[in-house]
């Protein structure tokens, strides 16, 4: 079955600096990559997703993220970090065969003024 | 907008009692999702219904049962609550198998049980 890891539980970054949350992937078949956004007691909100194409996605409130085939990796990016950039991010894989989507830990971003 | 709507925010329940979580979907999709969500282990997949009174085992179904009666209706069912199944649920649905589309998700129901 597929499976992802966001290796890092938690990550600092100061507001106005540039932030990555990493994923890496496993999958059988060709990856459909997700990233979704949690607030607090919240549901999870989409931000983006690869399935085929350019690999460079970009998403909402200024996300982008890359996947890179080789490294079986799809981190997410901003340019420029902002104080209510600060929640919860899930990657989540799916590939092109089946229903199910799998998803990471999950990896707690938090933007300092 | 796509809404997924989950019955109850806020569940308190008593061991072995018999617990029922309600999710509704609005936008005809065809998969509906029921995941846990839990500190430091992220959301592991329950069941998931890709049509009408199909159902799939996820990785944790011991424990739960589903319904899908109606299309836009997936049910998750705890026959006698335990402890350890105190978490948060989270419903989610998305279009037709295989092209790749997003979850849309409820806003989570919160179980606690005593």
């Known amino acids: 079955a597929q499976s992802v890891a966001q290796p890092e539980d938690q990550v600092n970054v100061a507001e106005g600096n540039p932030l990555t949350v990493k994923c890496t992937y496993s999958v059988s078949g060709n990856p459909y990559l997700f990233w979704y956004v949690q607030y607090p007691n919240r549901g999870l909100q989409f931000l983006l997703k690869?399935?085929?194409?350019?690999?460079l996605v970009k998403g909402s409130y200024g996300f982008e993220a890359e996947f890179n085939k080789s490294q079986t990796s799809f981190h997410l990016k901003k340019p420029s970090a902002l104080v209510s950039d600060s929640a919860l991010y899930f990657c989540a894989v799916r590939d092109g065969r089946n229903n199910d989507m799998r998803f990471g830990a999950g990896t707690r971003l938090t933007v300092k003024p | 907008d796509v809404k997924v709507t989950q019955s109850s925010r806020y569940l308190v329940k008593r061991t072995g009692e018999k617990v029922f979580l309600e999710c509704v979907q609005d936008?005809?999709?065809?998969?509906m999702f029921w995941y846990r969500q839990d500190p430091g282990l992220g959301l592991r997949l329950i069941y998931f219904s890709y049509d009408v009174k199909m159902k799939e085992k996820g990785d944790i179904p011991e424990g739960y049962s589903v319904s899908r009666e109606k299309k836009e209706r997936f049910s998750l069912i705890l026959e006698s609550a335990s402890t350890n199944q105190t978490s948060m649920y989270l419903c989610?649905?998305?279009?037709?198998?295989?092209?790749?589309?997003?979850?849309?998700f409820g806003e989570g129901s919160r179980l606690t049980v005593l």
């Open positions: 936008m005809d999709h065809e998969n």
């Open positions: 690869y399935i085929t194409g350019d690999n």
């Open positions: 989610a649905s998305s279009l037709q198998r295989g092209l790749g589309g997003e979850l849309f």
